[in-house]
């Protein structure tokens, strides 16, 4: 079993940055592909970036790219999401997920391709 716990939310104004965190419980974090999804109000989960277990690869949503960067540190078990140049509309519970790939390119963009999901942790942008 995995336990996900995100910190680093907050409220910030527009084009400020954020820093999240995603500590993960277990000693095969480094076999785990990791995700960040995010909530809005009255809209569904969607995806904002992943990265695989080694941390070659990462993906991004249209609407992070080129100001969000995914990263991780398995030796710390934590994953990041460097947030910058925030918007109004990136206000939303964000999330981070996981499950086992060891080894695997492959990256997942669909909440139900993930088993273990973190509480989540608000972010709120100001205009």
């Known amino acids: 079993q995995v336990q996900l716990v995100e910190s680093g939310g907050g409220l910030v104004q527009t084009g400020g940055s954020l820093r999240l965190s995603c500590a993960a419980s277990?000693?095969?974090?480094?076999?785990?592909?990791m995700g960040w999804f995010r909530q809005a109000p009255g809209k569904e989960r969607e995806f904002v970036a992943a990265?695989?277990?080694?941390?070659?690869?990462?993906d991004y949503a249209d609407s992070a790219k080129g100001r969000f960067t995914i990263s991780r540190d398995n030796a710390r078990n934590t994953g990041y999401l460097q947030m910058n140049s925030l918007k109004p509309e990136d206000t939303a519970v964000y999330y981070c997920?996981?499950?086992?790939?060891?080894?695997?390119?492959?990256?997942?963009?669909?909440?139900?391709?993930?088993?273990?999901w973190g509480q989540g942790t608000q972010v709120t942008v100001s205009s």
């Open positions: 997920a996981t499950r086992r790939a060891p080894f695997s390119p492959v990256l997942f963009v669909t909440t139900y391709e993930y088993n273990y």
């Open positions: 277990g000693p095969t974090f480094s076999t785990y592909v």
């Open positions: 990265i695989n277990w080694s941390g070659e690869r990462t």
